[in-house]
């Protein structure tokens, strides 16, 4: 089965730009998550989304970020003012929801992004 | 703040040897304490996760030591293999909050 797919793999832009990231999660997955990943780091959590609401944006580093998922399915994460130092790998993630256990995270491939 | 404090950065292993992996958290609420895998160019996948009710958990060459007193964890991989070359992640949840704690990294190289 398809996993999850991130749109696109490589995103170059100039600083002061916008930009947006997609995120296609497995099929029947409730819930979703943005990661970034910088170089040589661990992956730092963003958001994470039951359906589609954000049930925690803890990590979003300022207002510059912002993420959707209208219909419960696909989800976009949108850079505002984009900075150098936004440049990293950002990850996607989904899962089921099943309450009485830990729910595995599936990892999409990435998008790089690039600030020039 | 660094929740999770992995080590080493980098490991070099004979094929056939134990690699050993080192993982020290802060947070006691957190209870969920897996193991991912990355290849180059592709997301984490997970490998192995532990549980503190437990104090070992194995699967296959990859096991799991957790000592919940001193809040540290470990991956052994037996028998190391060069497919076995990769970053390895650990990582740390507190359940319910579904957002996962992630370690530095450690970037293992199985020497054929």
């Known amino acids: 089965g398809a996993g999850v797919s991130q749109t696109p793999s490589n995103k170059v832009t100039e600083k002061g730009k916008y930009v947006e990231l997609r995120c296609d999660p497995i099929s029947g997955h409730t819930a979703l998550y943005w990661y970034r990943q910088s170089l040589g780091q661990g992956p730092e959590f963003l958001i994470y989304?039951?359906?589609?609401?954000?049930?925690?944006d803890s990590g979003l580093p300022n207002d510059r970020f912002f993420a959707v998922r209208p219909e419960g399915s696909v989800s976009t994460l949108k850079i505002q003012r984009t900075e150098r130092g936004d440049s990293a790998v950002y990850l996607c993630?989904?899962?089921?929801?099943?309450?009485?256990?830990?729910?595995?995270?599936?990892f999409g491939p990435g998008t790089r992004l690039t600030v020039l | 703040q660094q929740q999770v404090k992995q080590s080493p950065q980098s490991l070099i292993v004979q094929k056939g040897g134990i690699s050993i992996i080192n993982c020290a958290y802060e947070n006691t609420a957190f209870d969920y304490f897996p193991w991912y895998q990355q290849f180059p160019g592709k997301g984490p996948a997970l490998l192995i996760a532990?549980?503190?009710?437990?104090s070992e958990k194995k699967e296959g060459r990859f096991t799991i030591s957790f000592n919940k007193s001193a809040k540290q964890f470990s991956l052994h991989i037996m028998d190391s293999q060069p497919g076995d070359s990769a970053t390895y992640f650990c990582?740390?949840?507190?359940?319910?909050?579904?957002?996962?704690?992630f370690g530095q990294g450690t970037r293992l190289t199985i020497n054929p």
């Open positions: 993630a989904s899962s089921l929801t099943v309450r009485s256990s830990y729910n595995e995270q599936f």
């Open positions: 532990i549980r503190p009710d437990v």
């Open positions: 990582a740390a949840s507190v359940w319910g909050a579904q957002k996962l704690v």
């Open positions: 989304f039951q359906g589609t609401g954000a049930a925690d």
